[in-house]
């Protein structure tokens, strides 16, 4: 008789260790590893061109942990797990859970099915530190504003486990039925996705390596320096988050072991953040597509696609915002404090619907979260939970002279703006001709004029949301 086996379906959890579904599976039966790219065939919105790069190198690291027994598959989940059931003695299915509202709807289908089909069905929280049902106010409703939340769920929370891993208690089922990873059809041929992971090393152990080297380093000033795009502050996690190469348990451990003070508690605070994320995604599906606070719905956009692509592609003249932009395109990822600036120009400075800033990101960003960039698009914009007041409009002049006070973060993504003195580095157009002829620059060639005037669109965008307060 064949050996049972157990499928290990791998979704945004793309590591060994600390890995639920993977561990419960391994103390049942052999298992068949495998993970399922459904993007055509589900009603889940597609991936973004970015995050595909990264998913494809994630999913080849997975493979080399999983000692090459990772089987790739493309198509509807449904058909395909049950085709490998018709094929194979396979008794149960294992996956840790996935949040995002179509994917609960799937995934709710695809376990009926498979226990109608006598398939045991086990699911589990690999990606949260908390589940989002768990946490709710006396009446029973959801919060909406994130320090109640965060007081109640996790500011004394001590009891946190996570599994012990050991490679070698897995029995596999070695019969890999799988196609090539390419045949995921993840990548292009375009220069841009060659370029775009230059710079970062992709899987369970660089992850690992990161947090480790993050808090014996970047943390001691995390709380203050995490503002400046141009210092050692910041974990640089979040795409491996994302993807579930590390755990936000496997971090909020590691984080409780190391002494704390105001910057691990900052840097837990922020694991929060995301997770408060997800809790609203959870509460209000809509999120994506809906204002969370209804008075946005008859704000009056301009919606100007001349605007829209020059700040895509860094051309606003205001090179704080520009160098964010070029950071994006050249590295798939933008420091925390630049998404906030250039977030705010876009909606406020331009008018242009926060939809469109979302959908950009969503496709340039490694760590394109459908709950993270939905949320922290509509703080930014205001018409979100616990959002920023729409009357705080970030002036880019400011925001760069405060958090890049030398001038190296700009002048590493503005090349072009390497010989201007600081002094009117965030505001060139103020240079005397003699500077600038110093600096090298003719404004309207090497670097473009000023697309909006900050003064006057910051008074309009107040106007305009006079009209809906």
């Known amino acids: 008789m064949p050996d049972n086996i157990i499928i290990v379906w791998f979704r945004k959890d793309l590591r060994i260790r600390d890995n639920p579904a993977l561990a419960e599976a391994a103390k049942e039966a052999k298992i068949l590893p495998i ?3 459904d993007d055509e065939y589900s009603n889940d919105r597609p991936m973004g061109s970015a995050s595909k790069v990264w998913l494809y190198n994630s999913l080849k690291s997975l493979n080399l942990s999983l000692e090459n027994n990772l089987n790739y598959f493309k198509g509807n989940a449904i058909d395909i797990l049950m085709d490998l059931i018709e094929k194979k003695n396979i008794t149960g299915v294992f996956w840790n859970r996935c949040y995002e509202p179509l994917s609960i709807e799937r995934d709710t289908k695809i376990k009926k099915k498979l226990l109608d089909n006598k398939i045991k069905v086990k699911t589990f929280n690999g990606s949260l530190v908390r589940e989002p049902w768990e946490i709710l106010k006396d009446d029973d409703s959801p919060y909406k504003v994130f320090t109640p939340y965060y007081k109640r769920a996790y500011l004394n929370l001590e009891d946190i486990k996570i599994g012990k891993y050991n490679i070698s208690q897995i029995s596999f089922d070695t019969n890999n039925i799988s196609s090539d990873i390419n045949s995921l059809k993840l990548l292009s041929d375009l220069e841009w996705e060659r370029n775009l992971t230059s710079s970062w090393e992709i899987g369970e152990k660089a992850a690992l390596k990161k947090v480790n080297n993050f808090l014996s380093n970047g943390i001691k000033d995390y709380k203050e320096g995490r503002n400046f795009p141009s210092k050692n502050n910041v974990s640089f996690l979040s795409p491996h988050i994302h993807f579930g190469e590390i755990s936000p348990k496997r971090i909020w451990i590691s984080t409780k072991k190391i002494e704390q003070n105001k910057n691990t508690q900052h840097f837990l605070s922020e694991i929060c953040w995301r997770e408060f994320s997800y809790y609203l995604l959870y509460h209000f599906p809509n999120l994506p597509v809906e204002n969370l606070q209804a008075k946005f719905n008859t704000f009056p956009w301009v919606n ?11 051309e606003t003249g205001y090179p704080i915002v520009d160098a964010g932009m070029k950071e994006l395109y050249a590295t798939g990822y933008m420091h925390n404090r630049v998404r906030m600036i250039v977030a705010s120009f876009l909606v406020k400075n331009m008018l242009v619907h926060w939809h469109k800033g979302e959908n950009y990101f969503w496709d340039c960003l490694f760590d394109a979260d459908i709950a993270n960039n939905s949320a922290g698009w509509q703080w930014v914009a205001g018409s979100g939970a616990d959002a920023a007041p729409y009357f705080r409009i970030f002036n880019p002049i400011t925001q760069g002279k405060k958090f890049d006070e030398d001038g190296s973060y700009t002048k590493k993504y503005l090349p072009e703006l390497k010989n201007m003195p600081n002094e009117y580095l965030f505001s060139p157009w103020e240079a005397p001709e ?13 670097y473009p004029y000023p697309i909006v005037d900050i003064k006057t669109s910051r008074e309009k965008a107040l106007a305009a949301y006079e009209k809906i307060k």
């Open 304 to 314: 100007d696609n001349y605007l829209l692509n020059k700040w895509k592609k860094g």
């Open 35 to 37: 993970y399922i790219n």
């Open 434 to 446: 003699d500077i600038l002829k110093k600096a090298k620059i003719n404004l309207g060639k090497d």
